[in-house]
């Protein structure tokens, strides 16, 4: 069992910006792939970024009101524990939502139903 701890959200003003932090207390990503996905109040979850279990590569949703272009996945791993950040800029109200952190032990994909581990989500607010 890989237990997800979210942090990060808040409250900001649009065009301002957030760093979501994804963390696996007392445990290693390594071998996981990585994801954030969203949620908005009577909205699907929806696949935010993700990258892949060494770091090589990483995606975005590429899909009108995106966040492609605005959004950066990284990754970091180490032997005593690791990190995932999204950082988010040029925050619009429509970015409103709980973001979640996900993994699995695979390649990344932009289906939630393709994750095995997940968070309890950090709530993201853009105040028009």
């Known amino acids: 069992q890989v237990q997800l701890v979210e942090s990060g959200g808040g409250l900001v003003q649009a065009g301002g910006s957030l760093r979501l932090s994804c963390a696996a207390p007392g445990r290693t990503f390594s071998g996981y792939a990585m994801a954030w996905f969203r949620q908005a109040p009577g909205k699907e979850r929806e696949f935010v970024a993700g990258v892949t279990w060494h770091g090589g590569n990483t995606y975005y949703a590429d899909v009108a009101e995106s966040v492609k272009g605005r959004a950066t996945i990284t990754r970091t791993d180490s032997k005593i524990a690791n990190t995932v950040l999204l950082q988010m800029n040029s925050l619009r109200p429509d970015d409103t939502g709980l973001y979640y952190c996900?993994?699995?032990?695979?390649?990344?994909?932009?289906?939630?139903?393709?994750?095995?581990?997940w968070g309890q989500g950090t709530q993201v607010t853009v105040s028009s």
């Open positions: 996900a993994s699995r032990k695979s390649t990344a994909t932009i289906k939630p139903g393709d994750y095995e581990y």
